[in-house]
């Protein structure tokens, strides 16, 4: 990769400014900040987050749009009594749990393994620059 200076943009007369300090060699691999582990845990994080947020949120969605819309269904009696959005509303505290338990499993699947590779990698990066 070749460096090409911007193009002169002060008066004739004006020094020109200094050329920036050119590195002496090339690392050995790219810099963590430009890594493409780095992607790859942003997005199994997103991933995971969106998957636990659209488990809660969806059935919260879903109660309020038949509570709204679909009042018969919510009224109708489902054992002994006990109405069906009386049910569902109760429903939701398992669901929750459900979402924190998605969290909680891929992150110990998918995402703390690839961060502690990322930890790894960037203490093996800082060794080798406090060795030069």
């Known amino acids: 990769m070749s460096y090409d200076p911007p193009p ?3 008066l004739p007369w004006q020094p020109a400014p200094p050329e ?18 780095l992607r790859v845990l942003r997005s199994a994080y997103r991933r995971q987050r969106r998957t636990a947020t659209l488990t809660a949120l969806g059935y919260f ?9 679909a009042p018969g269904v ?3 009696t489902v054992a002994d009594g006990i109405p069906a959005g009386l049910l569902l509303a109760l429903v ?3 669901v929750t749990w459900l979402a924190i338990g998605l969290y909680g499993t ?17 203490e093996l990066d ?3 620059g406090a060795s030069r």
């Open 8 to 10: 002169r943009l002060g």
């Open 61 to 69: 969605t879903l109660f309020l749009v038949l509570s709204a819309c």
């Open 106 to 122: 891929t992150a110990r699947r998918y995402v703390d393994p690839l961060a502690e590779r990322i930890r790894r990698q960037t």
């Open 126 to 128: 800082a060794r080798r």
């Open 20 to 37: 920036p300090p050119r590195p002496a060699s090339r690392p050995l691999r790219e810099p963590l900040g430009h890594h493409s582990d």
């Open 74 to 76: 919510m009224t109708r």
């Open 92 to 94: 939701q505290l398992p």
